[in-house]
Each structure stands twice: as C-alpha cells, then as structure tokens.
C-alpha cells in the first residue's frame, strides 16, 4: 500500500486521477486532480506516511494530519489511517 499511496503512476492507476508526489520528507503533494493538497511530515517505506492534507473546499487555514500505519505478516497486509 505505501508504494501505491507514494508513486504518482501507481496512484493514477489505482485512483485514475492526476497526481504530483514527492518522495520526500518536507516535500509536497496534490491528489485526486489538485482536489488535495499538502506536505509529507515523516515517511518510512513501507510502514509510515504523515502527511499535512488540505481539501481545496475546506475554509482558508484548515489543514488535517493524516496518519497511515502499515503493518504486513506472514499473509496479510492491514492499512490504519487516522485523520486529526
């Protein structure tokens, strides 16, 4: 899943909408055709994604904190994301 939420092809395949993602820790992204917009606050492959996201209808200043864990056994993969 992190490959998928972090590669702007494989985003456009699994979502078919534009993206422009940085790979890196500061740098900034825009999803579902510019609808969201933001920054990555802390990466680590394949585990961790903390990202600062802004919907471009929400009011000027609203920003949320978007957490998703990663956690992949021996036969499962489970994705936990958190909106703050």
Known sequence: MFEILMDENRWKGFTQSNARISKEVGGEFSIFDGSVTGTNVELQE???????????????????????????????????????
């Open 46 to 84: 394949g585990k961790l994604i903390v990202q600062k996201w802004r919907f471009g209808s929400w009011p000027d200043g609203i920003i949320s904190t978007v957490r998703i864990c990663c956690f992949n056994d021996l036969c499962d993969n489970v994705v936990m994301v958190n909106f703050d």
